[in-house]
């Protein structure tokens, strides 16, 4: 059976950092692109980075300098470092695989292969 877990979300102060899990059961990640995606309450889900099989990566254009995507391939895991967050970066945040897709910019509806996703919430 194929699982995705995400795991690492929590409250955190501004300027805080949290690192994100990604984990799969059932399917190699290594195989797969990943990425990370997230939704404030009211916003629509937008594309946070991605890792393609060969290790390139995106960034938008706010985490840039910020986040870090990485994997672990023995772990069969994908990770988000996230330094110097912001308030603005409270969300759910969703980690998402998939064989095909057009370009490095995450798409939702190409990923077809998601977790339940975690909440990270930044507050003072």
């Known amino acids: 059976q194929v699982h995705v877990v995400e795991s690492g979300g929590g409250l955190v102060q501004p300027g805080g950092s949290l690192r994100l899990s990604c984990a799969a059961s059932g399917f190699r990640l290594d195989y797969y692109a990943v990425a990370w995606f997230r939704q404030a309450p009211g916003k629509e889900r937008e594309g946070v980075a991605c890792i393609t099989t060969d290790n390139n990566t995106y960034y938008a254009d706010s985490m840039k300098g910020r986040f870090t995507i990485s994997r672990d391939t023995a772990m069969n895991a994908v990770y988000l470092q996230m330094n110097s967050l912001t308030t603005e970066d409270t969300a759910v945040y969703y980690c998402?695989?998939?064989?095909?897709?057009?370009?490095?910019?995450?798409?939702?509806?190409?990923?077809?292969?998601w977790g339940q996703g975690t909440q990270v919430t930044v507050s003072s």
């Open positions: 998402a695989a998939t064989l095909f897709y057009s370009g490095l910019y995450p798409l939702t509806y190409e990923y077809d292969r």
